[in-house]
């Protein structure tokens, strides 16, 4: 089971560092995708980062803006979001899957519940 920390109320030019973390186990071998679902949208991929090789944008508006970063020592994967704009606002998901990244949400096996990012003055 994943779970995502680290949401909540930012103004636009902010920043906010999410967090996914598994209650059991580790994420070794895992690639963690960061997913969105904006209001009235329908869920999208971010970026991932896979066990190998690094991290891979899915999403031209967050390059430069979203990195991903990975704590093996905590079994965390973080996700750096800068200067963050209204359009950012949504539910924010991690997923795992096996090794390599996937831009398919139904390559995924496990899900975090998502936490809440709002971007608003």
């Known amino acids: 089971q994943l779970v995502e920390s680290g949401g909540g109320l930012v103004q636009p030019g902010g920043s906010l560092r999410l967090s996914c973390a598994t209650s059991g186990g580790n994420l070794r071998h895992r690639a963690i995708g960061w997913f969105r679902r904006a209001p009235g949208k329908e869920r999208e991929a971010l970026l991932c980062d896979g066990w190998h090789g690094g991290p891979t944008h899915y999403l031209d508006s967050v390059k430069g803006r979203f990195t991903v970063s990975r704590d093996n020592a905590k079994s965390t994967v973080d996700l750096q979001m800068d200067d963050l704009k209204p359009e950012d606002t949504g539910v924010y998901y991690c997923?795992?899957?096996?090794?390599?990244?996937?831009?398919?949400?139904?390559?995924?096996?496990?899900w975090g519940q998502g936490t809440q990012v709002t971007v608003s003055s």
């Open positions: 997923a795992a899957r096996n090794i390599v990244c996937s831009v398919f949400e139904n390559d995924y096996e496990e």
